[in-house]
């Protein structure tokens, strides 16, 4: 099974960027879409963006034109530009890999805004 491995999170403060990365151990390019879900504290978790093998990428109204998903299926590897970033981004992180119902997740990465 492949696993997925989370990274480039921190501290920083509001209007600057961050670029997470998910490293998987094997093919993404099976995974239907991968996927970004964040955590935000005392929150459920909620969905960030999500990019498929072909076609525009899904982004929450939160975060468009904010962020940006991006897909490496060479590298086996996602990204997330987070550019102008705000209090309220503040969350922990997770990478995700979904073919039908099966999902497969990362242990996320913690996002910290400061204002």
């Known amino acids: 099974q492949v696993q997925l491995v989370e990274s480039g999170g921190g501290l920083v403060q509001a209007g600057e960027s961050l670029r997470l990365s998910c490293v998987a151990s094997g093919s993404i390019f099976s995974f239907d879409k991968m996927a970004w879900y964040r955590q935000p504290p005392g929150k459920e978790r909620e969905l960030v963006c999500w990019k498929r093998n072909w076609g525009s990428p899904y982004y929450d109204y939160s975060v468009k034109d904010r962020f940006t998903i991006i897909r490496d299926n060479a590298k086996n590897t996602i990204y997330l530009q987070m550019d102008n970033l705000k209090p309220e981004d503040t969350a922990v992180y997770y990478c995700?890999?979904?073919?039908?119902?099966?999902?497969?997740w990362g242990q996320g990465t913690q996002v910290t805004v400061s204002s």
């Open positions: 995700n890999g979904q073919t039908g119902s099966l999902n497969t």
